[in-house]
């Protein structure tokens, strides 16, 4: 038979033949026309009966134009030709062009088996060719919603898909859905996705994707906002519960491709390519959590505020664990960090807008020679706030070196076992209060003590270019020694008041210290000094509890380097002196030069009352000059070179600095000055 149209085959086919297979084909296939329709039965007959059996059957048919269903749900294959074989106990249709939406069938089959059995089945197979978004159309129908299982909506995809669909089922009138066997398979190429992950998108995909009944598997590679990156992910479809997912990506993320993911928050701390190995879960809609491990080996660190840093090459690692609401990141309750010299652990709270970070919870952080916990929180009016405690805090850099204008603001409250002033100098029990704004510190308080118990206060503050500054301590030997200007004062109480000022990126101190009832031992320098001036028993007591002084006066400036001394006195029970020069504290250098007198000289020259003899002791009257030395210490602060030239008189600006600064500072402000004869 030739040109019959399709919907006369009911008409054509026995009822008695394969009613499993008749019912299902009739049910299913539509439209369209047998073009050539041939059929041999083999029949066994029963005349007495009037009745016969088939007992075999070949055939073959072609066609064009069907419509064939072929998944309750699914949409139709259109416009389906091929040809169809009658064998045995066995139909096949085998297509070779159709239309599923827009996607072409290239091929495959649909077999009825085990024809005349009491259960028969049909098998579907069909490649089909075309548009990922249609094949996913397809597939995301009831009862699969296989596209949205897997987290894709297909109006958001492009791409093309080679798919190959497979179906198996048993050809009964009530057919459940547990007793379908299902599966999709594609390979897909020139895959996009708009707002893949975090608003970013993917593109450029070749991917290799395979679903069946209990769940699905993809992998391949894509780009990531123009981010090549591999992915592996598997979702499990779960009976009466959301799908739970599973997705791990690699990619490498140099500072271009930082910037293009909107990630490069730190590009101030890293410098480099980082490795990215981000595994992503999820067992509920909307909500999921990422895990991103982070090879920082090539990558270089530095930290300048804590003079830390780690060059390329050095291992070094982090962990992130996100929390996802929504496709955003709402929260980074896990955050480690790990480098030589590095540890820490860390969570980040984000603000309502999940764009900034609003706390950071420090668990621990270990950075060079830092060892601390604590908050760091959001103000209001800009900036952090960061509550700190620990061991120990490195706060050397952070009060040497000036930071640019546009610093972030930062305000510290601390309380510390440890503070680190300068490098192997530290004060203990400590509590801070230090706020930085305009790239300088507006105020700094902060209260301890030294090693050996005494206690110290430091407080900083005043608005303008200049602060003010204030220090006191009952221990100016231990000052000394914290400043780094000297280890061989001992006891002593200490006040310095002053002016810090910044220019050019440095940053001064220029002030004025008291001192009062300390003692100087170990010095070889100066027991030198002492020496060639003829002061043995003061130089004798240097080596043993030190030489007393119960003034100290000077004027300095400091620079966090230097410390320039100015009109500095010294005055104690057995010697008096004066000292200008500096100090080198980097490169441990001395340049000093002042006079030097016995006690019992400058006692009984401070003991008259009568000022016309003292005016004429100034001058040096006929016969009447004081025993006294010049002295000049320079090079290394341990081992200078020392020049002593004795003098006949004292001369009268050494006389004039000792009247001064041997007074309290109000009377000596009132003092006059000295008449000089000429």
Known sequence: MTDLPFAKLDKLWPAVFSPGGRHWVLANVHDGVLDEARAQLGLKIDAAAYAAQVVSATGHLRYHGLTVSYFNGLPPVQKVAGTAELAGNRLEFLPTAGLLKSTKVTGGSIQLTELGAPTEWATIDLALSGSLQDTLDVID??????????GLDPAHVGGHADTQLHFRFPLVNELKFDAIEYGVKSSLTGVSIAKAALDHNLTDG??????????????GTAQFEGVPMTLDGDTAFRHGAPPKTRYHVALRLDPGARHRLGLDIAEDVLNGPVGADVTYSADQPGRGEAVANLDLAEAALSVPDFGWDKPAKAP?????????????????PEVEVKAPGLDGRFALTLGADKHEVE???IRRLALGATDIKGTILRRAGGGWQANLSGPRFDASRLIKDTTPPGATPLAINGRFDRLALAPKHEIQNVSALMLRRGGSWQSVQIDGHYTNGRHLNLQIGGEGLGKRLLF???????????LGI???????????SGQISEASGKRTLRGHLEGSNYSLVRAPAFAQVLGMASLDGAAQSLSGGGVPFGVLRADFTYDGSHVQLDRSVAYGSSIGLTANGYFDIDRDRVELQGTIAPAYALNSLLGFGNLPVIGTILTGGEGQGLLAANYHL????DNPQVAVNPLSALAPGFLRQLFQFALPPAEAQQQPGPQQTH
């Open 141 to 150: 129908n009831k009862p699969l919603h296989y596209a949205h299982a897997v």
């Open 206 to 219: 070749t991917l290799a994707l395979d679903i069946g009944p209990n769940g699905a598997h993809v992998q």
């Open 316 to 332: 070094g690692s982090i962990k992130i664990v996100l929390d996802i609401v929504k496709d955003a990141v709402a929260r980074l």
């Open 359 to 361: 706390r950071v919870d």
């Open 472 to 482: 006191q301590s009952d221990d100016l030997g231990a000052t000394m020694s914290l």
């Open 486 to 496: 000297a280890d061989n004062v001992v006891g002593g109480k200490v006040t310095i």
């Open 634 to 637: 320079s090079g290394p602060a």
